[in-house]
């Protein structure tokens, strides 16, 4: 069975341009998380959707926007560009968001961002 | 406020010494959940391992062992006998079980703990 998958695998691009990056989950699993994962530092919460409303925001400004489309992909969105953008961008998928955590987290590969 | 505090940034072992790998985490909550990943150079997160608060029993999966200890919230990792693969970044998280509202099972992480096996 095929896992998470994103794309694309790395992107470059400049300050104040946008970018789109996208997640298909594993099959059967309705839920969707960005993260953000800057060099060094451990995966910071964006985003949560579970059937294609938003569950969970995490403290990112406006400029980062997610939906979650009837197939439950996702995309990312993030908008004007910065230096501090360049990051890992990890989706991760799990059955539904179940209180507790229960249902843990399987993470793709991610994809690479730099803002030149 | 949730946090996750991981102290050790980098650990350098030779092949065949056991190491830990220590978490200590904050939180208000009675229930919640605990998690070790493990990331190697290709990016993705592996998952390790899953606890719940409720249950304080240590758990050993071949040359893995996790230490839960409320009193001191710590959740400690140990790799015994390790080996050149078990060279990676190694990821504690926590998730809460928020009262109300829709639910969500995000994942607040520490820094992570690189550890390099040397041969």
């Known amino acids: 069975d095929a896992g998470v998958t994103q794309s694309p695998t790395h992107l470059i691009k400049t300050r104040g341009q946008h970018v789109t990056l996208r997640c298909s989950p594993i099959?059967?699993?309705?839920?969707v998380s960005w993260y953000q994962q800057v060099l060094g530092q451990g995966p910071q919460f964006i985003f949560q959707y579970y059937e294609k409303e938003e569950r969970g925001r995490g403290n990112f400004p406006d400029r980062f926007s997610a939906r979650q489309f009837p197939n439950y992909s996702s995309e990312l969105n993030v908008n004007a560009l910065l230096l501090g953008d360049s990051a890992l961008y990890l989706c991760a998928s799990s059955l539904v968001p179940d209180r507790g955590g229960k249902n843990e987290q399987f993470f793709g590969p991610g994809t690479r961002l730099t803002v030149l | 406020a949730q946090k996750v505090t991981q102290a050790q940034t980098e650990i350098s072992v030779v092949e065949k010494e056991d190491v830990t790998l220590d978490c200590v985490y904050e939180?208000?909550?009675?229930?919640?959940?605990l998690f070790w990943y493990k990331q190697p150079p290709s990016g993705e997160l592996v998952f390790l391992i899953r606890?719940?608060?409720?249950?304080?029993q240590n758990e050993i999966s071949g040359r893995y062992s996790w230490n839960f200890q409320k009193s001191t919230s710590s959740f400690n990792f140990t790799i015994t006998a390790s080996q050149v693969v078990d060279s990676a970044v190694y990821f504690c998280a926590l998730s809460e079980a928020p009262l109300g509202g829709g639910a969500t099972n995000k994942l607040i992480f520490g820094t992570g703990t690189l550890l390099a096996v040397q041969p």
């Open positions: 606890r719940n608060s409720f249950d304080e």
């Open positions: 099959s059967g699993h309705k839920s």
């Open positions: 939180t208000r909550d009675t229930t919640y959940y």
